[in-house]
């Protein structure tokens, strides 16, 4: 059923109780020609594109919980494409245009939102080290506005400009950054492409793979065996756990991140403004709670909760940033499993086995890649050859030495 204002009249007319479901619940086929492995937003995103932009649409997508239970539904729903290295840059823009015609391509409203990101810089290093990035992603074709201190008075009166140890100086702005809707993304992506054939199978959860002779042939799942002939991995946070059932060892550590809400207040923050002095980032949601994080919780774990020493860590450094935000109410928290390379860039690569395909490392910033990951991760498949966009995302990079590291701290994943 396509949703339009035609068909929400019609369904208003009888109460709105004969909507369609918006994807199907199918029992498992005996094979596909390809399963893809997570349905979170990268992997409901590549069986989209699979079937849209490939025609290949025997797939089935394998979620071990229920789509969205995953990071794509814990995030803090920040896009942005304000990236400084070649390896990067364009492919996060591409993800950007796709957001920005996400909606009407899939038919599903995912509340995209280009309200600017600002990130503040507090010296005049750092506001150098802006004005790179920012020339960078000018060279790109995309947009970047260096804002000094006056002008960013103007637009976010209650920073605290007067903090002597933080001191505010200015921000790089990109204007088309914002947010979206997280698992509206999901949701989007999974009626997009069961519309397309595509089977999303929900509580069955992958446990091995058949693999003979170096191919992939199927995998046993809590649902019996599905035999496939390409797998595609995109299990964000599980990478190394699902990875190692195919015999590899990843270059990813599991790390938890997380989020808070606060309690609903007035509109007034009408940006996404991260600290430059710390690490917090902050958003208003439309039902006026304000949506906030930090660093990740910096030990390994699979667990999707954190630990109170980084509850205080992030809202210290939000108070230096809006010593408002000190008498407001966190509602609640959550946590989300990242996976951290070592560079803090991502994998969308094959694998050394014929028919099996990797999608990972997305650390926490793989929201705003969803809709050129699974772009990029689809082409990979149903090709057998990397994307122009995404081939500096190569998993022997880690064997040869050829690093993506945007922020430049090394091989250390818990700091990127
Ligand atoms: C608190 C938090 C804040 C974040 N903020 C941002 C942000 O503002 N902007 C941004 O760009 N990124 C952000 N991120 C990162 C972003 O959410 C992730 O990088 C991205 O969602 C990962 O891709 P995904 O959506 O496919 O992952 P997921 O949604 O985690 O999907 C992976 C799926 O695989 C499933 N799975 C795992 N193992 C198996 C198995 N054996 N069998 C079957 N299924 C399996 C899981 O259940 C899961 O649903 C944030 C993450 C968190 C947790």
């Known amino acids: 059923m396509k949703y339009s204002v ?3 009249m019609k369904n208003a007319l009888s109460g709105h109780k004969h909507w369609g479901r918006a994807w199907r619940d199918p029992e498992p086929k005996p094979n596909y020609d390809v399963v893809i492995i997570g349905g979170g937003g990268h992997g409901l995103a590549t069986a989209y594109y699979l079937a849209k932009q490939h025609g290949i649409n025997n797939v089935a997508v394998l979620e071990k919980g229920w789509i969205g239970s995953g990071n794509v539904g814990r995030n803090t729903t920040i ?4 990236y400084q290295l070649n390896g990067n840059e364009p492919f996060y823009e ?8 996400l909606e009407q391509d899939m038919n599903f409203n995912a509340m995209v939102s280009q309200r600017g990101v600002i990130n503040l810089y507090h010296s005049e290093t750092q506001r150098d080290d802006y004005a790179r990035r920012g020339n960078a992603m000018r060279l790109h074709g995309v947009d970047a506005e260096l804002l000094d201190r006056e002008q960013l008075r103007k637009k976010l009166p209650y920073l605290d400009y007067e903090n002597a140890r933080f001191p505010i100086q200015g921000g790089l702005m990109q204007q088309r950054g914002g947010t979206v809707r997280h698992d509206g993304v999901a949701w989007g992506f999974a009626r997009g492409a069961d519309a397309c054939g595509v089977d999303i199978i929900q509580n069955c959860e992958v446990k091995g793979f058949k693999i003979e002779n170096g191919t992939v042939l199927g995998i046993e799942t809590s649902r019996g065996y599905i035999g496939a002939k390409k797998v595609g991995m995109a299990v964000a946070g599980h990478a ?8 590899m060892k990843l270059p990813i550590e599991s790390h938890v991140l997380q989020a808070f809400v606060s309690e609903g207040i007035k509109p007034y923050l009408d940006n996404v403004v991260t600290f430059g002095a710390g690490h917090f980032y902050v958003s208003q949601s439309d039902k006026g709670g304000l949506v906030f994080g930090g660093d990740i919780d910096g030990y390994n774990s699979y667990a999707q909760r954190g630990n109170l020493p980084m509850v205080e860590h ?7 940033m809006i010593p408002g935000l ?13 996976d951290m390379s070592m560079d803090g860039s991502p994998i969308i690569d094959k694998t050394h086995i014929n028919g099996l395909y990797l999608n990972c490392g997305w650390c926490y910033g793989g929201f705003k890649a969803t809709p050129a990951s699974g772009w990029c991760f689809a082409h990979t498949i149903a090709t057998d050859s990397p994307h122009d966009l995404s081939a500096a995302y190569r998993l022997d990079r880690f064997k040869s030495g050829n ?6 701290m090394g091989a250390t994943p818990n700091l990127h």
Do not use: H, P, T, Y
């Not at 896009?79 to 304000?82: A, C, D, V």
């Not at 992030?314 to 230096?320: L, N, R, S, W």
């Open 6 to 8: 035609f068909s929400l």
């Open 79 to 82: 896009i942005r494409s304000n």
């Open 94 to 101: 591409w993800s950007m245009k796709l957001w920005e015609n």
């Open 240 to 247: 190394s756990q699902v990875a190692s059932m195919a015999g």
């Open 314 to 320: 992030v809202i210290e450094a939000g108070v230096a």
């Open 326 to 338: 000190s008498r407001i109410k966190v509602l609640r928290s959550w946590g989300g499993i990242m």
């Open 403 to 408: 690093m993506l590291d945007e922020k430049g």
